[in-house]
């Protein structure tokens, strides 16, 4: 059992991930009836366990969108100016499925040739134009593919060629997506704008994403208000109390104080001050990796605590500071304290596969943080750019590299103040992994089927077995690592799912 082989007290090493393996159950049901609800806080559940990392390459609003809808939720990361962090948790909240809020527009005076370029890098094909080529600007047109396949100058002006507004269908703003939907079935059109009385454009719904509306019926809502729930990351500076108070006024449900070491003065008056001031705020606090930093942290208020210390994949804390711990020690031991006091962990860093999830759930974790799994999605930060080997890349750093800590993120390792700033992370690329929608729906079958194997059908069961010692785990030598890995083929093709 899990109390056997970290709470012995001869066993003085550290265990990962990959040093235990779970030992099969007895399953009595179907892959689809495990079901993965969790808790992200003591007031937050979510439909699926995972949660993406408050980094600048991985989270903010279009991140935080697709993992609310998908039954996760995101944390949008703090490197940025408040009235912006503010801004994309506004845009979180404001997302209503289907009604593209900030379309593309282009202006009149735009030639064919510039659209052409402009598509290379989008990848959409249709735009409204407007008097000034912006969003809320007065609506004098569209532009699709049927404009501007046939024209032989690529010279000519948008103007010249566009559907002009008084040939479109449009809608008034205040419909609803089903309406919309209808307008455009009946309508036969590819996109409808939604307008003004006085023809400002404000949103626009596209046919092709009708499908991707149907619904999301795993999706992290209000109850009563049905907006997306989405978290931001702050930190221990007294500026940040101002932080605090914007998100809040944005309509923040959580904040997750970012801080490589919670264990410290600064984040104790920081939660207890939130927890004073805005009682009904989450307040997910860390970074912890042993039982008594959960502790002080919890006597101080929190409601989640974030668990591990330079074991993420771009983490250079335990090489440079000598600090840190194996993460499947970690989680275990801050959840077996936390699981007393009513209070959720999240499992933060050094996740790679469905399988690392399944292990931090069952050492009792409410969720997994991931950063490295979920970059290079289509939903994060950043452009995508090709390797001289033709590979689709996007860049994926850490908050401790340099080049973040002089966007902010130096208050994580209590650097503000320094003249010298100490990298404890680095700066690298991952390959393209396409959209959230297909990526984290294989991730969570992936976790259903481990859950299966070892005969939980929730993660509540898991965790019961886990206490009550019927989850079994054995270690795993390095030899016994190497044949649960792929071996003894000369070449071989990986694709993850179909
Ligand atoms: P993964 O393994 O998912 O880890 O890529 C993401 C988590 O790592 C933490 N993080 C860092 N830790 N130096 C560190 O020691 C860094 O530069 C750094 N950046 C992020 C963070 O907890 C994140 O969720």
Not at 251 to 263: L, N, Y
């Amino acid at each position: 059992s899990a109390a056997e082989i970290f709470g012995s007290k001869t066993a003085m090493s550290g265990y990962t991930y990959d040093d235990l393996i779970c030992l099969p159950g007895h399953i009595n049901f179907g892959v689809h009836d495990v079901a993965l609800g969790t808790k992200f806080s003591k007031k937050i559940t979510l439909k699926t366990p995972i949660v993406s990392s408050p980094m600048d390459t991985v989270t903010e609003s279009n991140m935080a969108i697709a993992m609310a809808l998908e039954g996760g939720i995101g944390v949008i990361h703090t490197n940025l100016p408040v009235e912006t962090q503010a801004a994309e948790v506004a845009r979180v909240k404001k997302f209503k499925a289907g009604f593209i809020l900030e379309p593309r527009c282009v202006p009149p005076t735009m030639t064919v040739e510039e659209l052409d370029k402009l598509k290379g890098t989008l990848g959409f094909t249709g735009f409204p134009v407007t008097e000034n080529g912006q969003m809320g600007a007065k609506l004098l047109g569209l532009v699709t593919k049927r404009d501007t396949d046939f024209i032989q100058d690529r010279k000519t002006r948008l103007s010249q060629i566009m559907t002009p507004a008084a040939n479109l269908v449009t809608k008034l703003e205040g419909c609803d997506l089903l309406e919309a939907n209808e307008t455009l079935q009946k309508s036969k059109k590819g996109k409808l704008p939604i307008v003004t009385k006085g023809g400002l454009l404000v949103a626009l719904v596209a046919r092709t994403d009708i499908k991707k509306n149907v619904d999301f019926p795993n999706a992290t809502k209000h109850p009563v208000n049905k907006e997306l729930l989405v978290a931001a990351a702050i930190g221990t500076r007294p500026a940040d109390r101002d932080r605090v108070k914007a998100l809040v006024a944005a309509g923040v449900d959580a904040v997750v104080i970012d801080s490589s070491q919670g264990d410290s003065v600064f984040q104790h008056e920081m939660v207890k001050w939130i927890k004073g001031t805005f009682p009904d705020l989450q307040v997910v606090a860390g970074n912890v990796v042993t039982k008594r930093q959960a502790q002080h942290l919890i006597e101080c208020g929190a409601d989640a605590l974030r668990v591990g210390m330079g074991i993420g994949s771009i983490c250079t804390t335990q090489e440079v500071c000598a600090c840190g711990r194996a993460q499947a020690s970690a989680v275990y031991n801050v959840a077996k304290l936390a699981r007393l006091h009513g209070v959720p962990i999240l499992a933060d860093g050094g996740i790679s596969s469905p399988g690392h999830i399944v292990k931090a759930l069952s050492l009792g974790a409410g969720a997994a943080m991931c950063g490295s799994l979920l970059a290079g999605t289509a939903e994060t930060p950043g452009e995508y750019f090709y390797s001289d080997d033709g590979k689709r890349l996007k860049r994926y750093r850490g908050m401790g590299s340099i080049d973040a800590m002089k966007k902010g993120s130096d208050d994580r390792y209590f650097g503000t103040a320094a003249v010298i700033k100490v990298a404890q992370g680095v700066s690298g690329t991952v390959q393209d992994k396409g959209s959230i929608h297909k990526y984290i729906p294989y991730l969570t079958q992936g976790i259903k089927h481990g859950m299966q194997d070892i005969g939980a059908a929730s993660v509540d069961k898991l965790q019961s077995m886990l206490q009550e010692g019927q989850l079994r785990f054995e270690l795993r030598s390095a030899a016994a690592q190497r044949e649960g890995g792929v071996h003894g083929l000369h070449s071989f093709e990986r694709k993850l799912f179909d």
